[in-house]
């Protein structure tokens, strides 16, 4: 169990946490939120020894192993299997020691290493390695490629897969789900909730922690404070905790009123000088716990576009690529003003190359790309924060592109300086911040940054590949509500559910070289991938419906019946799960429940995701051998 005793933190003179109490359960998979610069990395330093506390203690069982994702950038001529496969570091120390006894001839050793070796899953390691890459999106063809050959987001894949390869105790992950495509972001979290350590995660997705997370650490204000059940759960604790202070602050403020309008008539009577006094002494008595800080809102304006031309862009039977490689085929298009569209698809499926084709940075092989005559494009690329001029200021960098490009309504052929101000104030680049250097910024703040510098120019096409990395709950909120008011077009590439179902109303699923629409929703895609899709949406089990023409009729038709059963099943335990949690996360609002009734709710939503999981891999066992015959 991880403790916490009088916790205090600080980074120099500024105290981040102080004076926390709480205690992380083992197994526990805990959530840390709260505002940038609460704390959360500061803790995180902590736990990995890198920080001592300034006061109290933070204790960790010292058998623990710990693992967290290295900060600087993976490089090296290893393969990419056998980088990742060196964060088991009690497998590689194993196979080191078996080496020099080899060496040595000494049998004695080599028996009892080999048994170890045995224990330690040596004779598995790579095929366990492999699978964990493809899971984290790697091809085939990757895993022997050199870890200098991959791009920046790769290797922050390859760093996550050696972390997780760690035969860890206590897992730290900072921000996992950046640099990973939805499809990615849905294996974690299931590689996660198999995880039997105990795990920190700091994350700004939401979807994520109510997927992977049993508790709920928040920092704010100097504060740590411990909420059982995933975010869903804290955030209407967090509500109730709110309202139920302000009724309380409100009640001491009547009170304290009170108390003042007789001090202030009595106290200069003689006959009640000792009532007043004792008045006095209890105002001073009387205070109220402060009121919870509610997260920042922040309100983005997103100026409109000059001309909103219909359509505005279309691809009729376009093919394109890279080289000699053909990656997408015969994708025909059509945008008009007010399209919301999400892509969905694995990671090398096509969904950049189609942002390219439509921005017009990538020429097709084939096919015809027609923009309109007034179609303004704004691209954000996953490579935009990296692009920003680390020497240059906010204000430098806007008013240098307003005047490159020149703004109607607007004074010359650019921003005048205020006018630039207030429009960065808007994306919280406020007072200094407009004149001081980029390079220091967080990537969050760069984030932002780079996504007012877009939307200055007024494009009615934007074309958005993950632009909620590094952006924080208060800024992918105020991204939604800009995008939701947007008179323009928009496209949607994004690892963040809540993002793509507050903004998207018709999804496309780049698959096998092809464009096509997904008319379900996230849920059903997310079903489509862990193989529990109907028929219709499931390519495997319409395979399978398919090609089940041959073999024993008996036989397959008994096969048949038992796969659809399997499918009822798993059906049936998805919702069992699903009220597990709900149940759960009811009984962590609720001042009654016990630690007891909490682990027993915990215990039951995990039983059912067992069962799921098995009954998921019975199915996926049937389905391949229908498919066989």
Known sequence: MIRARSLTLARGSRVLIRDAHFDLPPGARVGVVGRNGTGKSSLFAALQGGLAAEGGELVVPGHWV??????????????????????????????????????????????????????????????????????????????????????????????LARTLMCRSDLLLLD????????????????????????????SHDRDFLDAVCTHTLYLDGETAQLYAGAFSAFARQRVAHIEQARREAAQVAARRAHLQRFVDRFKAKASKAR???????ALEKLSAAPVPAEESEVHWVVPAP????????SLAGVSAGYGERRVLDGVSLYLEPG??????????AGKSTLMKLLAGVLEPFAGER?????????????????????????????????????????????YSEQQARDYLGGFGYGGEMATQAVGPRSGGEKARLALA????????????????????????????????????????????????????????????????????????YARLLRGEGTASTNPVIANVVVKAGGGDHKERRALGNR??????????????????????????????????????LEQARADAAAAREQSELEWLDLAEKIEAM
Request: glycine share 8%; hydrophobic share 45%.
């Open 370 to 414: 027609k923009p309109a005559r007034d179609l303004a494009i704004g691209y954000f690329a996953q490579s935009q924060v990296e692009e920003l001029l680390a020497d240059a200021t906010p204000l430098q960098l806007l008013l240098e592109g307003t005047r490159a490009r020149g703004h109607e309504g607007v004074q010359g052929s650019g």
């Open 306 to 313: 000059a001309k909103l031309p219909d359509p505005l862009l």
């Open 175 to 202: 921000e996992p789900t950046n640099h990973l495509d939805l499809d990615t972001v849905l294996w974690l979290e299931g590689w996660l909730k198999r995880y039997r350590g105990t795990l920190l995660a700091i």
């Open 453 to 524: 510098l877009l939307l200055v120019h007024k494009p009615n096409l934007l074309l958005l590949d993950e632009p909620t990395n590094h952006l924080d709950m208060a800024a992918r909120a105020a991204l939604v509500e800009a995008l939701q008011d947007y008179p323009g077009a928009v496209v949607l590439v994004s690892h963040d559910r809540a993002l793509l179902e507050s903004c998207c109303e018709r999804y496309l699923r780049v698959h096998t070289g092809a464009v096509g629409d997904f008319d379900e929703d996230l849920d059903a």
């Open 339 to 348: 399209d919301r569209v999400g892509l969905l698809g694995r990671n090398g």
């Open 66 to 159: 710990r693992a967290s994702v290295a900060q600087h950038m993976p490089q090296g001529a290893d393969s990419a299997l056998a980088y990742a496969l060196a964060g088991d570091e009690e497998l590689a120390e194993l196979r080191r020691r078996y080496r020099l006894a080899e060496q040595q001839d000494d049998g004695v050793e080599i028996a009892q290493l080999g048994v170890a070796l045995d224990h330690a899953g040596n004779w598995d390691a790579e095929a366990r390695t492999a699978q964990l890459l493809r899971g984290l999106g790697f091809a085939e063809g990757d895993l022997k490629r050199a870890v200098d050959e991959f791009s920046g987001g790769w290797r922050m894949r390859l760093a």
């Open 275 to 281: 009532q007043a006094q004792s008045r006095v002494k």
């Open 563 to 600: 796969l659809k059963r399997l499918e009822e099943q798993v059906e049936k335990l998805t919702l069992a799960e699903r009220a597990a949690e709900q149940a759960l996360a009811d009984a962590a609002t609720h001042q009654g429940s016990n630690a007891l009734e909490l682990v027993r």
